[in-house]
């Protein structure tokens, strides 16, 4: 927020920063490297002049800004309530405008909120503003309270002179107590200048600092190590110790020791290990490896995942599709980190999920694993390079990029060109965001991070809809998916402060911070990071020493350091294998790493302890170093045989006693293991508040714990053994602040502090009394771990990395961090009112404790002087370091100034690092921007961020805005965000299974498979076309073979049974009758993989099927014109008016009176064509409620041949249809058919088809053509067939038994021109193929042809077929009726057996979407069979459903009633006649046809049961009756329109001569009047 002007000459004592606030700042001349200037106050001030962007619609006049007065006032106010420690904030200083701007314009906006915008601005307000004249004494009167700490120099002329003061009050050392300077001019009348010095030593250092990029930071360090500057640093610290340096301390220790190497401290960890080898048997039970197995979590967020990728796919925009796509590939791209890099493989290698997408066969090496994960280095442009190369030859592959860490180097490739820097920085821009990748249909990006804000800019590519955040754990208390293991992350990290945990998992070392602070006066030009490095590697090495027997070393350490020694130290003695704990010790800058190595190896080896515990320098470009010996005790525990191997992850550490230096400006996603202790951050660099580093650093402590163990009440019962006076103490202290607590925290809101033992000094208090109880032999009483704070938890997935999640990156999670973090992550923790009364209790408390600490710290290091208690943290004896390990995550140290950063909360309850700058390669839009607010969703937040933040000028989204799209985000790309180390490789590699899973099946489908019914009711007569091997059949043969009554599709099974006189029908052989709602579950289904040749539904969109379908990217939506169509039929008594719809592109096809005129025809060809280039036959597909899943797209299945497809749709479907298929030719049936059957449709389908044939004919007789050369053939094809085969059979010979086939899939296009080109073909009335069924048996193919019913897929020749018609008004089995009928008329029917089709199952629409309920809609109850009929005039509930349905139905279940005798007496079937309906497959029918000159099976020897006479025309009279014969109390059912025709008909065939019937057997349809039941009478034969 302010600059710095860095006084720090020898006659300046101090350091000053210097921030321009308003007007022009002066210059200034002399020795400026001791002065930084900076414009971060003037920038602020900027920020806040400008209105909200929310009001400017009301006029920009309307509301004023904050005045400059009134922003100076408030920053001096702000300056005099900071305390000694703390530095200002310019999120806080802005928060503080914001405020201050609503509250004196509240009535105007509230006044705007509700009415409409006002021509004249308002009144202005009533309080009086701030005048310049006014500032300097308001000024002065606030700075008057703060002790000196701020300091007002009013000026008359310029700054010059005010700034000329502050200087010579420095000199002077009378700012000695000053912390800010606040300097104004206020000369002229129109506005004022003023400027801030910091004077303040600390905070000078710590803005100043702040400044620097993190590449000069790293400069300044390395320019100070190189040039010997830090040399006082260590002649300062040799002079602390009374005994003379340490290092000579240390040589002379080392001279003592040499000869019984240091203490029982080896001993006893040798001989245990020594004892294990001997016995074999290992002790220790605590260390056991995990199986790889996937979270209910990461399942959860695979399927999100694959669901986002599903809705990429489905969207109108064609951006995504999956339908041509046959696998899945996958390139993973991570930062240069070496370790990240290692763990990522053994990820991808222990998934499986390189065989699962079948990359990779069974034995694969880890070169090929490497194939696809590419660390972001100078290699990564060749290897990037092969993967687009991959990407452009397999373009039915889906290549998923995953960038992982994707928060990592967003610097954009054209910014980086002008800078000199490292080659490898923008390498994320070059290549994901290069042309190829945005372009490439077939790449998708999925961005994965742990903190996604910089990817939530204004100017982000990614859209909010294709952002997948990791879900919450709970949902108003409950677990949404039960896991063992619960996320301890920042939230539950920050909670354990507040909730009265003993023993806090975050903390601060207070003796550490006030030895720092007295170096940093002392050496005011070192960097302070130099300053904590060696402060803290003095403590380490001071610590190691009193651990190993120098007891008088533990004055110069801190009791957290201390503690941690010894628990490093102690915990191998307490394991019978000798496992311990890590503690890792961040230091961002690679130089002072090198520094803290060197020296706590010099410490280590000059004690002895070599074989103790391993020290390891962790660099992100180097891999992981142990020493022999403890890879030696790595291979032991973890049972590796392998000579050579070496750990190359931080994870396969486990159990190893050590100390990992961790470098490195940013972690790069590595995971640490279980037996991870301590998180000692206290180096972080805490000038970098960003939000996103902040997060960063903490999420290296991130753990899953184990559900079994309550974590409260491990951690209270610990804090009872260790902590009992000091818990004493502070009890009764909250009682007696208990009421005074609330208003106490108002006063000072910065002051707030940790509970109980948060910081050394308080916790010194109780260790005095027990200090001298530490020996000099440490052995002799271990000091531990507090119980339970062993816990690095057991890992959620990997083998060999049991505690974390498994290579988790960071990765983002817009609502983890502290904002939501407690409330959205682990509702179940969030404090509930009553409880966050004691917080504050509590906080009162602490910092009148810590008050004290201040002062009893003040004197450098001499708070430190006293070590803990032995008591206080000792482990229970021979407890392994990990037995607690699943129980309690790591304990992390933060320095002071992060610590209140990260507890200290708004008033929302959002914790304050929560509403910092998100990242450092963005900015705000606006000062006036709302509060984050603690409640917000993931999704809130990522709304939030893309508001109010833009990308800076380095930012590679930066010109993305500028490309002139409006929505700017690109349509493949995902961003997934979750917590850290919560398993987020797990699951996007789950994804890519799963991914390519749903692929497979988009590639499969489920075909019926069911074996033809009744073979076995043929006989074996001179029923076979013998000629195996002809490709068509021979009209004069074919003409000799007999009809095949009897029904073999399996969709039939509960048909009737149609009988002929060449069968002998045994009752067993039928089936019992499934239940209706049985008729689909029981259908067999097999699942095949679709071909090149298979028809598809709206779902699939290739490349080249876009112009067929008409989502070519040129034009909009294919246009279309709707043509009536008008044919009269004298059946029906009127003219039938059809309309077509026929897109632009389709009008060749058809006929105009001229263009864009009157529709005449439908062209045809001829019989003559010979050409392959086209289909000859129209094809029409009758559909309904398929609009999406109707396969219509036969671009394929015709192998892109020219061919007319029609499809026939009812009109209240039209628009659906023309929606989803704008490229198809549409034949809309008239409204009085939309509840009609099939029957309806295929029955219009043909009178149009032989309507057209004849306007064909007239048309071309013209042109010289004879009507009989015109094709007379037309397809009529369910809207599920999917894929057709060819039987290819190898006989040995003519008559030959025996011969082999094998079955290929084809195309339709090769079948029907197969068809087309047969001889005579004309002469045939109706062709059909065989339904596919994998238990085809040899016989059923052949014969290649058959003379019997054709299903499914039919070519009808509606030229001989002219005088037989659909039935119109059926809804079931009309393909059966209409076939007996061609038959029946003498035509010839022909299957070609060697062809068959498949059909899809569909699930949705067809005869399925006609559903029976009752009329009166509050009768939910269903409706039953039975019910569908009743007596006429009875009070019965009417039915919603056509007449025809209700009879066709109630026949299939109940038509026992009428034809009592016909049950299963298959030798005495029902004559039906011209008609044939299903009476259940338990009664047999005969069917014999009135019309003249019929072919009907001899009936003269058969005795029927029953007599059924439907809507029977004048062809049937009484004579043609009189020629059957019935048995006695045979049943007559007759079926009429009305009740009228009912007893005419009964008249006109003088039924009362032969039957018998009574008043009583006259039922109904169950329909109301207006719908048209039907009538039935029924009789007995006498």
Not at 322 to 350: A, M, N, R
Not at 413 to 423: F, R
Request: aromatic fraction near 8%.
């Amino acid at each position: 927020m302010c600059g710095a002007i860095s006084c720090a000459q020898d006659r300046v004592p101090s350091r000053c920063c210097s921030s321009a606030g308003h007007g022009n700042f002066p210059y200034l001349c002399g020795n400026l490297n001791d002065v930084v200037v900076s414009p971060l106050l003037y920038t602020c001030y900027q920020n806040s002049q400008s209105v909200s962007r929310a009001y400017e619609q009301y006029g920009a006049s309307a509301i004023q800004p904050i005045s400059e007065e009134m922003q100076l006032l408030l920053t001096v106010y702000y300056l005099v309530q900071l305390a000694a420690d703390q530095v200002p904030l310019m999120e806080d200083l802005e928060q503080i405008f914001l405020r201050s701007w609503r509250e004196s314009h509240l009535t105007e906006i509230r006044q705007y909120q509700q009415a409409p915008p006002q021509p004249f601005p308002p009144a202005p307000s009533a309080a009086a503003p701030v005048t310049s004249a006014q500032l300097p004494w308001l000024a002065s009167l606030a700075a008057s309270s703060c002790n000196d700490s701020v300091h007002v120099i009013e000026c008359a002329y310029s700054l010059a002179e005010g700034l000329s003061e502050m200087f010579r009050l420095l000199v002077e050392g009378k700012l000695a107590k000053t912390n800010y300077v606040v300097i104004i001019c206020a000369c002229r009348s129109a506005a004022i200048d003023s400027c801030i010095a910091v004077t303040g030593k600390y905070q000078a250092r710590i803005l100043s600092e702040s400044l620097l990029t993190p590449a000069e930071y790293q400069k300044e360090v390395n320019y100070e190590l190189v040039t010997g500057k830090v040399d006082s640093l260590g002649a300062f610290f040799s002079t602390l110790c009374p005994e003379g340096d340490i290092d000579i301390l240390l040589d002379k220790f080392h001279q003592e020791n040499q000869g019984h190497i240091s203490s029982s401290l080896t001993a006893s960890s040798v001989t245990k290990a020594a004892s294990l080898d001997v016995s074999g048997t290992p002790v220790c039970t605590s260390y056991h490896l995990e199986p790889h197995s996937i979270r209910p979590f990461q399942l959860a967020v695979a399927q999100k995942l694959l669901s986002h990728v599903c809705s990429i796919a489905d969207s109108s925009t064609q951006n995504l599709d999956l339908g041509s796509f046959e696998k899945v590939d996958f390139l993973i791209c991570i930062p240069p980190s070496e370790v990240t890099y290692q763990q990522t493989l053994f990820h991808v290698w222990h998934s499986g999920v390189l065989l699962e997408l079948g990359l990779e066969k069974e034995h694969m090496t880890k070169q090929r694993v490497e194939q696809y994960v590419l660390k972001l280095d100078a290699e990564a442009q060749t290897k990037f390079k092969a993967f687009l190369q991959n990407s452009f030859q397999n373009p039915h592959t889906l290549f998923v990029l995953i960038h992982d860490h994707a928060h990592w180097d967003l610097v954009s490739a054209v910014h980086n060109l002008y800078s000199q820097s490292d080659p490898s920085v923008g390498l994320v821009d070059r290549l994901l965001n290069c042309r190829e990748v945005k372009e490439a249909p077939n790449i998708v990006t999925l961005h994965v991070t742990s903190f996604p804000y910089a990817l939530q800019t204004q100017h982000t590519l990614i859209s909010p809809y294709n952002e997948i955040h990791w879900p919450a754990s709970c949902s108003n208390g409950v677990d949404l998916y039960h896991e063992n293991k619960k996320y301890f992350g920042l939230s539950e990290f920050i909670e354990s402060t507040l909730s009265g945990h003993s023993l806090p998992l975050l903390r601060y070392d207070s003796s550490f911070e006030a030895m720092v602070t007295a170096l940093g006066k002392r050496f005011p030009r070192l960097h302070s990071a130099v300053i904590r490095t060696f402060v803290l590697v003095q403590h380490y090495a001071a610590a190691l020493m009193a651990v190993s027997g120098l007891p008088q070393m533990k004055n110069y350490t801190s009791v957290e350091t201390l503690e941690i020694t010894q628990n490093l130290l102690n915990s191998p003695k307490q394991c019978p294998c000798g496992h311990g704990l890590m503690v890792l010790l961040r230091v961002p800058c690679s130089p002072l790493a090198a520094v803290a190595y060197e020296r706590l190896a010099h410490v280590r080896a000059r004690l002895a302890l070599e074989e103790h515990f391993e020290i390891i320098l962790g660099s992100p470009s180097s891999g992981v170093t142990v020493g022999k010996h403890f890879v030696k005790q790595l291979r032991m525990w973890q049972k590796i045989e392998d000579v050579e191997w070496r750990p190359q992850t931080y994870l396969e550490l486990e159990g190893l006693p050590c100390i990992l230096i961790f470098s490195g400006m940013d972690p790069h996603g590595e995971s640490l293991p279980r037996s991870l202790r301590y998180c000692d951050l206290r180096l972080i660099n805490s000038s970098c508040l960003v939000r996103t580093a902040l997060e960063q650093e903490l999420g290296l402590a991130a753990y899953f714990v184990s559900n079994e163990v309550p974590l409260e009440k491990g951690a209270r019962n610990e804090a009872l053994e260790s902590d009992a006076e000091k818990l004493s103490s502070t009890d009764n202290e909250d009682e007696e602040l208990g009421t005074e607590g609330s208003t106490l925290e108002k006063r000072s809101p910065m002051k707030r502090e940790r509970s109980h033992s948060h910081d050394s000094a308080s916790s010194s208090l109780s260790s005095k009394a027990s200090g001298s109880a530490l020996g000099g032999e440490s052995s002799a009483q271990p000091t531990g771990l507090p119980q339970g704070e062993h816990a690095r938890s057991p890992q959620p997935c990997g083998p060999t990395e049991e505690g974390r999640a498994p290579g988790e990156k960071q990765r983002p999670r817009a609502s983890q961090g502290p904002p939501s973090a407690i409330s959205r992550h682990s509702p179940g923790l969030t404090p509930q009112p009553d409880c966050s009364l004691k917080t504050s209790q509590r906080s009162v408390q602490v910092s009148v404790t810590s008050s004290c600490s201040q002062l009893s710290s003040s004197s450098g290091s001499s708070s430190s002087s006293v070590a803990p208690a032995a008591g206080t943290w000792v482990l229970q004896a021979s407890q392994c370091s990990l037995t607690k390990a699943c129980r309690q995550p790591p304990v992390v140290f933060l320095p002071k100034l992060v610590y209140d950063m990260v507890v200290s909360t708004d008033s929302s309850g959002l914790p304050k690092a929560a509403s910092l700058l998100p990242s450092p390669s963005v900015m705000w839009a606006s000062s006036f921007r709302p509060l984050l607010s603690k409640t917000m969703t993931s999704t809130e937040q990522s709304l939030y961020y893309r508001q109010w933040t833009v990308p800076r000028p380095s930012h590679m989204d930066y010109g993305n805005r500028a490309e002139g799209r409006v929505d700017g985000f690109h349509p493949r790309r995902l961003l997934l965000s979750g917590p850290p180390q919560i398993g987020k490789t797990g699951a996007y590699l789950q994804f890519l299974s799963v991914l390519s899973r749903m692929l497979v099946r988009l590639t499969e489908v489920d075909v019926y498979d069911e074996e033809e019914i009744n073979i076995n009711l043929r006989e074996e007569s001179d029923w076979h076309y013998l000629q195996l091997s002809d490709p068509w059949p021979d009209l004069e043969l074919f003409k000799k073979l007999p009809f095949d009554y009897i029904i073999h599709d399996p969709k039939y099974e509960d048909a009737s049974l149609i009988c002929s006189h060449y069968q002998s029908i045994k009752s067993e052989d039928r089936g019992m009758s499934r239940k209706p709602e049985d008729l689909y579950v029981r259908r067999q289904t097999a699942r095949m993989r679709l071909s090149k040749y298979a028809a598809y539904n709206t779902y699939h969109h290739c490349e080249q099927c876009h112009q067929y379908m008409g989502f070519h990217p040129r034009y909009q939506l294919y246009e279309s014109t709707l043509h009536a169509f008008a044919f009269s039929y004298s059946m029906l008594g009127e003219e039938i008016q059809l309309h077509f719809i026929i897109p632009k592109s389709k009008e060749h096809h058809f006929v105009f009176s001229q263009p864009g005129g009157q529709l005449e025809s439908m062209r045809l060809p001829l019989v003559t064509d010979k050409s392959h280039e086209y289909i000859k036959s129209p094809t029409f597909t009758p559909t309904t409620g398929r609009h999406e899943h109707g396969l219509f797209n036969l671009y394929h299945a015709m192998d892109g041949a020219s061919h007319l497809h029609v499809l026939v749709v009812k009109e209240y479907e039209m628009a659906i249809y023309k929606k989803y298929w704008p490229n198809h030719i549409m034949l809309v049936l008239p409204s009085i058919f939309n509840s009609a059957g099939v029957g309806a449709a295929h029955f219009l389908i043909k009178e149009l088809s032989y309507h057209n044939l004849e306007l064909e004919r007239n048309r071309q007789e013209e042109l010289g053509i004879k009507p009989q050369d015109i094709w007379p053939f037309i397809v009529i094809s369910d809207d599920s067939c999917v894929m057709w085969n060819v039987v290819d059979v190898d006989s040995a010979g003519e008559r030959s038994r025996e011969f082999s086939w094998s079955e290929r899939n084809v195309s339709l296009k090769h079948i029907m021109q197969h068809i087309e080109a047969a001889p005579n073909i004309t002469h045939y009335a109706l062709l059909g193929l065989r339904k596919w069924s994998s238990k085809t048996r040899a016989s059923e193919v052949r014969e290649p042809f058959s003379r019997c019913h054709v299903h499914n897929f039919i070519i009808l020749n509606v030229d001989l077929t002219q005088n037989v018609q659909y039935n119109q008004n059926r809804f079931l089995c009309d393909d059966v009726d209409f076939n007996l009928r061609v038959h029946s008329a003498g035509l010839l029917l022909c299957r070609f057996n060697r062809f068959s089709v498949m059909k899809k199952q569909i699930v949705v629409g067809g005869h399925r979407s006609f559903h029976i309920t009752s009329k009166v809609s509050d009768n939910s109850a269903a409706v039953v069979p039975a019910q569908y009929i009743c007596a006429p005039d009875s009070k019965h509930t009417f039915l919603a459903a056509p007449a025809q349905l209700l009879l066709e139905k109630f026949l299939q279940h109940h038509s026992h009633h009428f034809f009592p005798l016909s049950l299963k007496n298959h030798d005495h079937p029902v004559l039906s006649v011209d008609c044939y309906l299903n009476l259940g497959s338990q009664i047999s029918v005969c069917y014999v046809s009135s019309r003249p000159h019929s072919l009907n099976i001899s009936c003269s020897d058969l005795l029927f049961s029953g007599l059924l006479l439907y809507l029977c025309d004048s062809f049937v009279g009484a004579s043609f009756l009189k020629k059957f014969h019935f048995l006695k109390g045979a049943t007559l059912c007759v079926i009429c329109q009305d009740r009228s025709s009912l007893r005419q008909t009964v008249v006109r065939l003088e039924l009362e001569d032969e039957w018998q019937f009574r008043l009583r057997d006259e039922f109904q349809t169950a329909n109301a009047r207006e719908d048209r039941p039907l009538f039935f009478l029924t009789g007995r034969h006498i």
